[in-house]
């Protein structure tokens, strides 16, 4: 696949396809030349770039996203996804004291006083 082909089907950019080439975070697999030296692209990478928006929109790095497809130790690789998984945790502990809150505020047994709650 060419990569206007790519950036129709992942909804990115040709330029962020390119930033992705030059920070090497389409590994060799999904990229190749051609004759002509054109950039073909594996049918497979479509899968591989929405893995990569997800990890990116779970707050991974690009340096982060390097270190993972990198020869590093499965170790590190599998503390930093940990690292992810625990402050998804933390968040959705966040989320759920705020869900409490608002309803306790809702229905004025908050210390923080509104007049959220009819008086019938």
């Known amino acids: ?11 990115l950019p ?39 928006r997800m990890l990116l929109s779970l707050g991974f790095t690009i340096q982060e996203l390097i270190l993972l497809i ?5 170790i590190e690789k599998k503390a930093l996804v940990m690292e992810k998984i625990n402050y998804m945790q933390e968040l959705e502990a966040k989320l759920e004291a705020s869900k409490t809150f608002l309803g306790d505020l809702l229905e004025g047994r908050a210390n923080f006083q509104t007049h959220c709650k009819s008086k019938h």
């Open 1 to 11: 696949m060419k990569a206007n082909e790519v950036s129709k089907l992942t909804g």
């Open 14 to 52: 040709i330029s962020t396809l390119r930033f992705y080439e030059r920070k090497q975070l389409i590994p060799e697999p999904f990229l190749s030349r051609d004759d002509n030296n054109y950039r073909v692209y594996d049918r497979e990478v479509v899968e591989y770039l929405q893995d990569v």
């Open 70 to 74: 990198s020869e590093s130790s499965h």
